[in-house]
């Protein structure tokens, strides 16, 4: 939620929670838990939550909706992309699979901290460097995956991205993971939404399903011209 205010160049400034939670087979603690995460998200923002709304759920469920503020002039959309410019992408990829790999018992604890690290860091900085250059286009990596949501970006710029399979960052394990065919069944349903769009080539079936990964609160992927995107690298990883 707050990814999405990022990308568009906004502030946030306030949020509210919403949440499902089965009462009679969860014990309140994990609630508990999950909004303490949450208030420490927020702060790290520097946003309030103000309120929220809680229903009984039989399936925890839990997330947030959050205001933000932009100038009109200044809104950073997921359109505009020029010719000539050159993608750069703040977080790796490999959540979906990763994910799927804990919940089958399937990864170090090393490999498991790592993939939530990644989930569990806003995009705040990204998003802050990201304001002083020259951006055409922005966007959030979630559920579609980065071919689903550059899908989105290249269709609305009318343009062509070409995309270097080994230029891709990927969190540790990720790709033996895949090769193992443990994936999420939202990143098969991610590559035939794709499919007919994106010309794979070469790219392996197990390729294709590791771009495809669908996200849990992915990095931004930011299109500007190549001397804008090198000095918006350098000052991002010297952050």
Do not use: W
């Amino acid at each position: 939620a707050l990814s999405d205010i990022y990308a568009m160049g906004a502030q946030p400034i306030f949020a509210l929670n919403i949440v499902g939670f089965p009462e009679e087979t969860l014990p309140m603690e994990v609630l508990e838990q999950i909004l303490k995460g949450a208030q420490s998200k927020a702060e790290e923002a520097g946003i309030p939550i103000l309120g929220g709304h809680t229903i009984e759920d039989p399936e925890p469920k839990y997330g947030m909706v959050v205001s933000g503020l932009v100038h009109p002039d200044k809104i950073i959309k997921n359109t505009g992309a020029q010719v000539g410019d050159v993608l750069v992408l703040t977080k790796p990829l490999g959540t979906g699979i990763i994910s799927t790999a804990i919940k089958r018992g399937l990864v170090t604890d090393s490999v498991a901290e790592k993939a939530i690290a990644v989930m569990s860091s806003l995009n705040k900085t990204a998003a802050e460097i990201m304001l002083k250059y020259e951006v055409s286009a922005c966007t959030d990596i979630t559920g579609f995956g980065l071919m689903g949501h550059l899908k989105e970006m290249v269709e609305s710029s009318g343009l062509i991205a070409e995309i270097k399979f080994e230029n891709l960052p990927f969190i540790e394990s990720v790709k033996d993971l895949a090769a193992a065919n443990i994936i999420p069944g939202g990143s098969h349903h991610n590559r035939a939404y794709v499919d007919g769009f994106v010309d794979f080539g070469s790219f392996s079936r197990t390729a294709q399903l590791l771009v495809c990964d669908a996200q849990t609160s992915g990095g931004l992927l930011v299109s500007l011209s190549p001397a804008q995107a090198a000095k918006y690298v350098h000052e991002f990883k010297h952050t």
